[in-house]
């Protein structure tokens, strides 16, 4: 079975073919993964200007999606299914990709199945590593979105935590244009971070826990956490963000716009700016490591799963494999191309919901906020 994913939730017009293997082991394989990125188009703004990627999406569909079948070497005839991103996102960029989706799907007399975004994310990990050990948390770290979520069987996402304020991405996002370093922030951050010193500069540990950070109940074993215990699976990244400004404030670096270009650094040094990086990278990875470990303990987790774009961030990736080695949890991170949006992923959450026979019909609509379990 070959199922073509189509993603527009953001900033990426992707598309690709999964296609099935028949071997438990490793149910499907990805046949081809396309992905135009708006990005340069996007940088000079400083962010997303969701009008400019509604049209750019437009310009790009169709090419993208010809080319991912022409890379897979499926011509339309041989697609059993479409799979498409429904929400969340932006409005206007997920409508092309519906649009084309149920458009395409009517044409083939094949069905369109609706996607959430968050469920290709988790998937994905599925999707390069196959079957997994289950119960997993997973957390799912992006520009839009920092969960955690409990898979007990294939395709049951169960939210667990979440962030209160900005996602991991969007804080590395503003944090990066507030030292002038470009959009998106995440990889520049990340790249900086090596220069820099990781103690360089004080920055606070996100925390809302009591100060008695007690175990749960001995006796304690559902896929939930007792009440008493959920806000620890939550996370929250404003108020570092906070930190950062009042840091630059305090040097002197002009932020109140939150336009600051590489000239504007002001009196920071490259060696100031590797620093405030270095240091930002190892409290939000910390934190978003303590947090899903933690959880992954006291749900008595067979293995962690870690997903989204910020899963690409170099240290996350070192710091998940070694943490888990020494909780003795295998971890689970899909390859960089897997990591950022992309249309695999979308595929394979298709392939999830045709497996459970959640069937798909042609009335379904773009959703800027939508529920997982929709
Ligand atoms: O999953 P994704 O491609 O799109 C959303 O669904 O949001 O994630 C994009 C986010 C951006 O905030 C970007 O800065 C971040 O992922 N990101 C990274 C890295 N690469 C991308 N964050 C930290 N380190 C990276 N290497
Ligand atoms: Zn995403």
């Given at each position: 079975m ?35 990125s708006q ?5 000079e ?12 999406h ?35 960029s ?17 069905p369109?199945?609706p ?23 997973v ?15 294939p ?9 209160r ?14 030292l ?6 995440g ?5 900086a ?9 004080d920055?606070?540990?996100?925390r ?12 304690f ?10 806000h620890?699976?939550?996370f ?25 270009m ?7 040094s ?7 990086c270095?240091?930002?990278q ?9 947090r899903?470990?933690e ?12 997903s ?11 710091d ?23 249309a ?6 298709g ?14 609509n773009?959703q ?7």
């Open positions: 070959n199922v073509l994913g189509i993603e527009t939730s953001c900033d990426e017009t992707a598309a690709a073919v999964v296609a099935t293997t028949g071997d438990p082991r490793k149910p499907w394989v990805v046949r081809s993964n396309v992905i135009a990005v340069d188009i996007h940088r703004w400083g962010g997303i200007v969701p009008e400019i990627a509604s049209r750019q437009v310009r790009d569909i169709c090419g993208v999606v010809d080319r991912a079948l022409a890379d897979a070497g499926c011509p339309w005839s041989t697609i059993d299914a479409i799979a498409v991103t429904q929400g969340p996102g932006l409005v206007g997920l409508l092309v990709g519906v649009s084309f989706a149920k458009a395409a799907a009517a044409t083939l007399g094949r369109a199945i996607v959430h975004h968050l469920a290709g994310h988790i998937e994905s990990i599925f999707l390069d590593h196959g079957a997994i050990p289950l119960p997993a948390v957390l799912v770290v992006s520009g839009g979105h920092t969960s955690l979520y409990v898979v007990a069987t395709g049951d996402y169960r939210l667990i935590g979440r962030t304020d900005d996602a991991a991405g969007e804080a590395y996002d503003k944090v990066a244009r507030l002038g370093l470009g959009y998106p922030g990889p520049v951050i990340d790249r971070s090596k220069d820099g010193n990781e103690f360089g500069v920055l606070p540990r996100p809302f826990t009591h100060p008695d950070r007690n175990p749960p109940p001995a006796d074993s559902g896929m939930a956490l007792p009440p008493s215990l959920q620890l699976a939550d929250s990244f404003s108020g570092l963000k906070t930190a950062v400004v009042r840091l630059l404030q305090r040097r002197g670096v002009p932020v109140a716009t939150g336009l600051a590489p000239s504007d650094a002001g009196p920071l490259r060696t100031d700016v590797a620093d405030v270095a240091t930002f190892r409290v939000v990875v910390e934190t978003l490591i303590e899903t470990f959880t992954a303990r006291w749900l008595g987790a067979a293995s962690v799963g870690i989204g774009g910020v899963s690409a961030n170099s240290r996350l990736r070192r998940a494999i070694a943490r888990g080695q020494s909780q003795g949890i295998p971890v689970f991170v899909p390859a960089l191309s897997l990591s950022t949006d992309n695999a992923m979308i595929a394979a959450a392939l999830r919901k045709l497996e459970l026979g959640r069937a798909a019909s042609l009335s379904f773009a800027a906020t939508l529920a997982i379990d929709a």
